[in-house]
């Protein structure tokens, strides 16, 4: 400790500045994040939790070092500032451009991650910006178009689909084509780029925002040794310090301790508890130097990936680059995709070493840098040792008084005495498979190779003089060297046969781990990299013309015209993201403003972090935090509850369970309809994630340990064995109870159908999993007790109704005591709905036992494993078809996991799967639905529940029928749309008229808009050229039911003129306050006075919901919510028009014109009641009626690692007289991305055990920019009048969601010609089946292994045959 203040300055205060204030910080735990600090000890709340594992979005910019973080220790040596999205602009002293262009793009939905996105943009701009690159056009930024769209690579979107994202980050580029640019407020179609460019909010490129605060220059480098209790924080600046304060450490035996860096490795292993000592490396210079000389780079440790990656780029400039110097370019590249961009600008070599070596993280740099021969140095107390890579790998795990100093990358070139007999050339490439092509997931398997070869004179081959391969992230062993392989190939000739041998000694060798997932997949993996690594060089005879030339950025072999060659791969490296997209809407003027599309309401607000959602209310005095304890058996009784700890772990204040239920109340946690379910497991947990208890503590994290901390002491004596799945729920005849009114209908005469069948598939199977909600705000709520035994609760639900009345019934308190409030809600999609209910409740009791506030954000891991989900299910089928296609006759058996608990399972499902899947005419149509109770957790509704599943169950069995009749899928599903006659028998009563079926004419303007048949042709000529690429494209229909609901409103106005809405409807990120303020002006307008249509608008507030003040609000679900709402403010409107109208005639008589404000005062001179509430109950034959859309997609897969890219999609959706076309358009591209991700990417399962296996964000993948369709094209059709809707226009929120099975759809077909192409590479895959079941999700593992795990090896034989 001495030494460290002979050369630092130590200080008992942390001096930094946020968005340009000071702050002095004086005590503060060492393990407190920047994250934390800055949501609860600063005003500032637009850093936002999303994960907590670094692979969401909540992350600042810091403007000294020109970086964006995010999971950092608070801890620091130099005087830091930090910058967030309200520091860029604000409602207060003007917003940024970036924040006026996220507005006018339409980019904002929830808008929990658009300060996230704002920041990641900036950042972009602002290290664009610092480039000597020439001058952009006024008002860009020397962005170009491809970074922008990589500036949010990292960040993840629940709502929008990204594209519109996409189109604000280009629009700062300064190579971006205007014309490129999507739908906006900016500017109108048809205007010139000229004015188009002078519409955009100018940016100026030499922005102030960053500068540097004059009262941070006089601070000086300074760091806190800092004392709290019995923890500590060292920043040790020399070798040396670092040496004594290891040495210190020892001898205090006991004394745990926890070198850091940027500390990402926490996002992963999420330890628990602290470490007596901290000891930060940052800013020792000898681990964070880069040396480089002719032999290599060497790398302190310390040295974040970002800036690895800058320095292995370095140099590598000019037309002749040195084969080293590619080989660094290369390995950079790679870094590139390692996580996101700012935990690689936190992020540690070395940290990612150790966290490999020392825990078996799955690290692609360990890999990369493996087979370039890296050389690491060890500190051992005055110990030091270099290391191969590989003698550090296999050493015993690292212990904790070690360091890693630094990292020697070799400057590679091949070897001489090589070289010179053969004129050696090096080879290297690296691979990597993860389900988002461009990083932020983790690697299903990773691979490098360096190779020497050179041309043998005697032959038109290749000799491989000698080779290095490696693979990684294939379980426990953190890279596997496949030596067989390589001593194999060593002094080999490269030809077919070598190389089907060297796969088969490769099977043998990358035995991934039995407890890995997919290790089949895995395996295969690396074949398909070592096969695409080696055969462009078999099949080049050319070896003399350009093989050996160097590319500027590549060591693989050039073809004949100098082009660097893949051979038939393409592993999408150069391609970009979104490519573009087109918007096809009309605004009507009809209902003015109702039907233009103006922007969303809080969109500005909420990309400036301003928008208050429920956890970024300031905590009130003496908060108390609570978090879950839950059940980890699926069925067990509840004997106990303690805490690992010897003593009650820090913080805690009480255990709160159903013991606490005050006298009076009931024990319950979620009530709708006739559903009520208890808070906490009373005595007997029934699934995994079952709510036991709640443990309260003096801060958030404090609880969450707690929990963790938590041990259940569970009893099964007994008991029955849980039921885990719907077969056992079968067995057990353990049903949830469909009365007879929620059965739907079953149409004509199966045993008829059947009988005029031509062909019959009989008892054929589809399962669907779950999928879990992902808004990425969590479940939260926050309870103040008040006067009388009331209470207030700020709630983030869909449903404040029944929060109100479920708290009620617990407390045993009348309605009347409790206050629901609800202003937004950071994102819901039905997982809010009901499921939202328990975590207010739980906080209320909690706040009402302890008389104190009590608030909840629930962690993600714990909102995982209680989410619940969307359905799974399992369906069984026959179905009678004509030869032609023509269905004949449908009979289903669907068996639906309802988990634990009804919720509302039997009320909606059977309905709303049957009504979806009766967009077809099946002739006849029978079924027989069982909602199965069984021991997992309960399901509630999720975007379209139901619908999604019954949509595409239609689509399987026509897939099926059209395979097994060998006809063209798409000729079949025309041939079964239905006619208008049809259409009314299957969906009686919301058939509608005979001109608003507008599904035949969206089909076939469909097939035009998007090129079908033309897109179908070369799509097959595209598979006959491409043997490791293939394409498939389908176009699917939906018809989708919807009802409206009781929505009550109100509508006061105001003396000075301006207006306030309340409505029962939630601002879920839908854009329902926008088209309510909307309709209010719309409303209000119909006075008729002077001038006020364009102001009635800005006049217009809408406010949060409060149950004590607008009753009777329901569930904010069903998509229909917006028009409901909007009809009850419409019917307000009408009242206050009718009462002020007399008044105006008046005054317009007297004195010849009025005027909105003039009224307004005069209506107060007289007393008029000036506020109107209405109750909008829809007409029983008005509640339901269709919407239609369809959508065509592309996908091309790669046949080696199974990925697909969707190429195209293009979606047609109707939507009546839109009440605002740019809110729709965002739903039905927001939909349609969350329906690939249930499609294409989202796993949500339980294990055998019943326990929810993904966690957390590293398991569990939502679409990211990078997945979502190339070209993705978009029209609304305005389909004109529509007696039963609100001003005739229709529902977007949930049926486009459906339309993404075209997706999957696209994924068979492209997966058939694989199939087909294999069947013609060996007779054994003669059987085949060409008809095959694709599960969904379809992820990599599950299209690799359709294509064939094997698929390399037979081509090589089959190759070998042929030659
Ligand atoms: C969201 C996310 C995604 C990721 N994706 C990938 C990926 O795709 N591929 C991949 O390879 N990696 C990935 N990573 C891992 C990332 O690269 C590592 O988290 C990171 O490199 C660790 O660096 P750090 O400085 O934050 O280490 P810290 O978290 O500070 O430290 C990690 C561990 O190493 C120890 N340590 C650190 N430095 C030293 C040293 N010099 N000597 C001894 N011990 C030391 C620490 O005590 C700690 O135990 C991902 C991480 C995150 C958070
Ligand atoms: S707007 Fe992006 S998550 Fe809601």
């Known amino acids: 400790m001495e030494e460290e203040t002979e050369t630092v300055e130590n200080r008992n205060n942390l001096v930094f500045a946020v968005n340009g204030e000071r702050f002095e910080v004086s005590a503060i735990h060492p393990s407190t994040t920047l994250l934390e600090f800055l949501r609860s000890r600063t005003p500032f709340k637009s850093v936002k939790l999303g994960c907590g594992e670094g692979m969401s979005n909540c992350f600042v910019y810091g403007y000294q070092s020109g970086k964006l973080t995010s999971n950092g220790f608070l801890h620091f040596f130099f005087p830091k500032c930090w910058i967030m999205s309200e520091g860029l602009g604000n409602t207060k002293d003007g917003l940024h451009p970036i924040h006026q262009r996220f507005s006018g793009f339409h980019a904002s939905q929830c808008g929990f991650c658009t300060p996230g996105m704002c920041i990641s943009l900036f950042a972009a701009l602002v290290n664009a910006d610092k480039t000597n690159r020439p001058q952009p056009f006024p008002g860009f930024s020397k962005l170009t178009v491809s970074e922008a769209e990589n500036a949010i690579t990292g960040n993840l979107c629940r709502c929008t689909g990204y594209r519109p994202i996409v189109d604000v980050c280009k629009s700062f580029a300064s190579d971006v084509d205007i014309e490129d640019l999507g739908f906006n407020s900016f500017w109108k179609k048809g205007e010139t780029k000229e004015i188009k460019l002078s519409r955009l909010p100018l940016y100026k490129n030499n922005d102030q925002t960053c500068t540097f605060p004059e009262f941070l220059k006089r601070e000086t480098r300074s760091t806190v040794i800092l004392d709290h209790g019995r923890f500590c924080w060292h920043t040790p600046v020399s070798v040396k310090n670092l040496q004594s304060i290891l040495e210190s450490s020892k001898a205090d035996n006991g004394t745990s301790m926890k070198l850091v860096v940027g500390n990402t490795g926490m996002g992963y292993f999420k330890e628990l508890g602290d470490y007596d000592k901290y000891i930060d490396i940052r800013y020792i210079p000898e681990l964070s130097r880069i040396k480089r000389d002719k032999t290599g780079i060497e790398i302190g440790a310390a040295v974040t990936i970002s800036k690895v990656i800058e320095a292995l780029k370095e140099g590598n400039g000019g037309e002749h680059p040195t084969q080293g110097a590619v080989v660094f370019k290369k390995i950079a590249d790679h870094m590139e995709k390692v996580a996101t961009r700012f935990i690689r600008n936190s992020a540690s070599i070395g940290g990612n070493l150790v966290m490999a070596q020392r825990k078996q993280f799955p690290s692609d740099i360990t890999t990369i840098l493996l087979v370039v021969g890296t050389v690491v140095e060890i500190m051992n107390g005055l110990r030091c040792e270099k290391l191969r890579l590989e003698e550090f790998l ?48 983790l690697a299903y398997l990773n691979a490098a190779f360096m190779v020497e070869v050179s041309p043998c004179r005697s032959s038109d081959k290749l000799m491989i003089n000698h080779c290095k391969l490696a693979f990684g992230a294939c379980g426990k062993r953190q890279v596997i060297r496949a030596w067989k392989s ?20 490769l099977r043998g060798t990358i035995a991934p781990d039995d407890d890995i997932t997919d290790p089949g997949y895995r395996l295969s993996l690396a074949v398909g990299f070592l096969f695409k690594f080696f055969s462009s060089l078999t099949e080049t005879a050319d070896i003399s013309n350009g093989w050996f030339g160097w590319g500027k950025n590549s060591l693989m072999p050039k073809d004949s015209n100098g082009k660097q060659t893949y051979g038939q791969f393409d592993d999408g490296k150069h391609l970009t993201f979104l490519m573009s997209g087109h918007q096809v809407l009309k605004s009507s003027k009809e209902y003015d403003p109702v039907g233009q599309p103006i922007t969303k309401l809080e969109a500005s607000i909420q990309a400036s972090g301003e928008a208050v959602y429920v956890d970024d209310i300031p905590s009130p005095v003496n908060c108390l935090y609570g978090a879950f304890i839950y059940s980890t058996k699926p069925l067990a009784r509840i004997k106990d509850i303690t805490f690992r700890t010897k003593s009650l772990p820090d913080g805690v204040f009480a255990l709160i369970s159903s013991k606490d239920i005050p006298e009076g109340g009931a024990n319950i946690g979620a009530g709708a309809f006739s559903y009520t379910e208890p808070l906490f497991a009373d005595g007997l947990a029934e699934c995994f994630g079952h709510r036991v208890a709640l443990v309260v503590a003096d801060t958030q994290k404090h609880a969450n340990e707690a929990a963790e901390h938590a041990v259940i002491d569970y009893h099964t004596e007994n008991l029955e064995l849980p039921i885990l799945s719907v077969e056992e729920a079968v067995m057990k005849s353990s049903f949830f109870e469909v009365l007879p009114f929620f059965q739907p209908r079953q149409v004509g005469d199966l045993s008829k159908g059947m009988a005029e069948a031509d062909h019959k598939i009989i008892s054929a199977e589809i399962r669907l999993g779950s999928q879990y909600y992902f808004y990425m705000e969590t479940q939260t709520a926050l309870a103040v007790p008040d006067e009388d035994n009331c209470i207030v609760v700020c709630s983030s639900t869909q449903s404040p109704q029944f929060v109100q009345t479920t708290i009620a019934r617990c407390l045993g308190v009348p309605e009347h005591n409790v206050r629901v409030i609800t202003r937004r809600v950071g994102g819901g999609f039905g997982g809010k709905a009901l499921k939202s209910i328990p975590v207010a409740v739980a906080c209320a009791v909690a706040a009402h036992k302890l008389r104190r506030p009590v608030r909840i ?44 608990a009804a919720i509302i399972s039997p009320i909606l499902m059977p309905h709303n799967i049957i009504n979806a899947l009766k967009k077809y005419n099946w002739g006849a149509l029978s079924f027989d639905i069982k909602v199965c109770k069984t021991n997992l957790p309960g399901r509630s509704t999720m975007r379209a529940p139901g619908e999604l599943q019954g949509s595409y169950i239609a689509e399987a069995v026509i897939e099926h029928v059209a395979s097994t009749l060998s006809i063209e899928v798409d000729s079949v599903r025309k041939i079964n749309l239905h006619t208008f006659d049809s259409l009314k028998i299957f969906y009686e009563g919301s058939a509608g008229e005979f001109q608003e079926y507008t599904l035949p004419c969206i089909w076939d303007k469909l097939a035009m808009s998007s090129s079908f048949s033309e897109r179908t042709e070369m799509i097959k000529e595209f598979n006959r050229c491409n043997i490791w690429q293939k394409r498939g494209i389908s176009r699917v229909p939906i018809v989708h039911e919807v009802k409206k609901f009781n929505k009550p409103g109100k509508v006061s106005i105001l003396s000075d003129g301006s207006v306030v809405v309340e409505v029962g ?68 409107c009408n009242i206050l028009v009718e009462r002020l109208l007399p008044l105006k005639e008046k005054l317009l008589k007297e004195v010849g014109a009025v005027n909105w404000d003039t009224l307004i005062r005069q209506a107060y001179a007289q007393s008029t009641n000036l506020s109107a509430s209405s109750y909008y109950v829809p007409e029983i034959n008005s509640k339901a009626y269709l ?144 008809t095959f079941d694709l599960p969904v999700p379809a992820t990599m593992p599950v299209v690799k292994q359709l294509c064939g795990l094997e698929n390399v090896e037979t081509y090589l034989k089959w190759k070998i045959g042929r030659s």
């Open 394 to 441: 296999e050493r015993p795990p690292l212990d904790s008084n070690s360091v890693l100093l630094s990292v020697k990358i070799p400057q590679c070139s091949p070897s001489i005495d090589i070289s010179s007999r053969f004129n050696g050339k090096l080879l290297f490439e690296t691979y990597r498979a993860a389900s988002r092509p461009s990083g932020n997931a």
């Open 486 to 505: 390589e001593e194999f190939l060593t002094g080999k000739l490269l030809t077919n046969e070598v190389l089907y041998e060297v796969v088969k000694l």
């Open 857 to 900: 954000y629930v962690n993600r891991k714990t909102d995982m494993i209680m989410a619940g989900g969307r359905h799974p299910m399992k369906i069984t089928y026959s179905v009678g078809f004509r030869s032609d296609g023509k269905i004949t006759a449908l009979k289903l058996d669907i068996l639906i996991d309802a988990g634990m």
């Open 1065 to 1132: 409807g939630i601002e879920i990120g839908q854009g329902l306050w926008t088209k309510v303020k909307q309709m209010a002006a719309y409303g209000l307008s119909l006075i008729q006075c002077d001038a006020i249509e364009n102001h009635l608008l800005d006049k217009v507030r809408v406010v949060q919901a409060d149950t004590l003040s607008m009753i009777q609000g329901g569930i904010t679900g069903g998509s229909t919510a917006s028009e409901s709402c909007c009809e009850a403010i419409r019917l307000c």
């Open 1187 to 1330: 919407n239609y859309g369809a959508a065509v997609s592309e996908v091309e897969l790669d046949l080696l690692t199974g990925a697909v890219t969707i190429l195209q999609a293009d979606i047609i959706y109707d939507c009546g007289k839109s009440l605002n076309p740019a809110v729709d358009l965002g739903q039905v591209e927001g939909a349609f991305v969350q329906g690939i991700g249930f499609f294409m990417l989202e796993e949500y399962i339980t294990n055998s055990d019943g326990l929810v296996v993904p966690e957390g964000t590293w398991k569990y993948k939502i679409p990211t920019v990078d997945t979502i369709p190339r070209q993705f094209n978009v029209e609304l059709l305005n389909s004109g009048n529509h007696q039963k809707c609100v001003l005739s226009s229709k529902a977007s929120g949930e049926p486009p969601l459906l339309l993404a099975a075209s997706v999957h759809c696209a994924t068979r077909v492209a997966i058939k010609e694989a199939r087909k192409q294999l069947r013609s590479w060996s007779s054994s895959f003669e059987g085949l089946d060409s």
